[in-house]
């Protein structure tokens, strides 16, 4: 059974940072591009950033890009979001997904297997 968990989120003050994980398992990982999403209280789900699974390269979105960075090791199953200067608007819950045919992407429908989440709430 495909199984993605994240782990790494909690309570951090405004300018400090987070590092999460996403370890996957029941799936062949490095064949995987993995993205990571947040759903603010009240508000969709969005895309902050995604890896691919054929050449390691990255997308991210405006409101992240510059303080994000998204990374992967294939031997430990393993992709991680670094959050640096975080924001009170940061504070959401963070899902990562994964997806096998996919490049590049951050559109929910493009991806097959999700996480149960893990809270990131950054205090002003």
């Known amino acids: 059974e495909e199984q993605l968990v994240e782990s790494g989120g909690g309570l951090v003050q405004a300018g400090g940072s987070l590092r999460l994980s996403c370890t996957a398992s029941?799936?062949?990982?490095?064949?995987?591009?993995i993205g990571w999403f947040r759903q603010a209280p009240g508000k969709e789900r969005e895309g902050v950033a995604c890896?691919?699974?054929?050449?390691?390269?990255?997308w991210f979105a405006d409101s992240v890009k510059g303080r994000f960075f998204i990374s992967r090791d294939n031997a430990k199953n393993t992709a991680y979001l670094q959050m640096n200067g975080l924001k009170a608007e940061d504070t959401a819950v963070y899902y990562c997904?994964?997806?096998?045919?996919?490049?590049?992407?951050?559109?929910?429908?493009?991806?097959?297997?999700w996480g149960q989440g893990t809270q990131v709430t950054v205090s002003s």
């Open positions: 997904a994964a997806d096998e045919t996919l490049d590049y992407g951050l559109g929910e429908w493009e991806y097959d297997y």
């Open positions: 890896i691919s699974s054929s050449d390691g390269g990255t």
């Open positions: 029941g799936l062949s990982f490095d064949e995987y591009t």
